[in-house]
């Protein structure tokens, strides 16, 4: 199975900085991998797939890159509404499909 | 519009069973394949099952392989998820997934399954 971590676990900025999330595979997953956002009470979104191309109605500020074992998602200018969990997926490796543990984004 | 819609969560005790139906709409429900992906409250995603858009092949995760049973049935669009020996760390949301390449792309709002005695 492949493990895949996120850090930081929570990550305190202000609307309008740069949001930095890690994404780290347990091997190499090639750019098998997705970002999904979940805000409070909702399900999640997919974000980002094939560690870089934006799902349909993604604003251009969610930007993702890497390969192999080391990725991250960007949000180059936060908005309120970005303030939220994030999670990686990896699908390079099935059954199972893994998810990293979050990353919360708090004002 | 997609819309997936669970149904049949509620409270069960530790070693009965329940049912998870979800109810697609908005695309060519048999050229996908679907997921259950769970969420403990207060916690992360765990992918649980998942199935090819012929029933051909299945998936499930460690924690539940034995004791649960993803299906479908093509011509009523719908997903269903038989959970058996149900024990009280299968308590979370449930959420019916589209696929979209082993990637999630549309997510129901979620079934809670409780299990305690």
């Known amino acids: 199975e492949i493990v895949l971590t996120q850090s930081p676990a929570t990550l305190s900025l202000s609307p309008g900085e740069r949001a930095t999330l890690s994404c780290r595979a347990s091997?190499?997953?090639?750019?098998?991998l997705a970002w999904y956002q979940q805000k409070p009470g909702q399900a999640p979104r997919l974000l980002i797939f094939?560690?870089?191309n934006r799902a349909p109605g993604i604003p251009a500020r969610f930007s993702g890159s890497g390969s192999g074992t080391d990725f991250t998602l960007t949000i180059s200018s936060l908005e309120p509404e970005d303030f939220a969990v994030y999670y990686c997926?990896?699908?390079?490796?099935?059954?199972?499909?893994?998810f990293g543990g979050g990353t919360k984004v708090e004002i | 519009e997609v819309q997936l819609v669970e149904s049949g969560g509620g409270l069960v005790q530790p070693g009965r069973s329940l049912r998870l139906s979800c109810a697609a709409s908005?695309?060519?429900?048999?050229?996908?394949?679907m997921h259950w992906v769970r969420q403990a409250p207060g916690k992360g995603l765990e992918w649980v099952s998942g199935i090819f858009w012929n029933s051909g092949t299945m998936g499930y995760a460690d924690s539940v392989k034995g004791r649960f049973t993803i299906s479908r049935d093509n011509a009523k669009k719908s997903l269903y998820l038989q959970m058996n020996s149900l024990r009280t760390e299968d308590t979370a949301f449930y959420y019916c997934?589209?696929?979209?390449?082993?990637?999630?792309?549309?997510w129901g709002q979620g079934a809670l399954v409780t299990v305690s005695s």
């Open positions: 091997q190499s997953v090639r750019s098998s």
């Open positions: 997934v589209k696929d979209k390449g082993y990637y999630f792309d549309y």
């Open positions: 908005g695309f060519t429900f048999e050229d996908y394949g």
């Open positions: 997926q990896q699908r390079s490796d099935w059954p199972p499909l893994t």
């Open positions: 094939d560690a870089s």
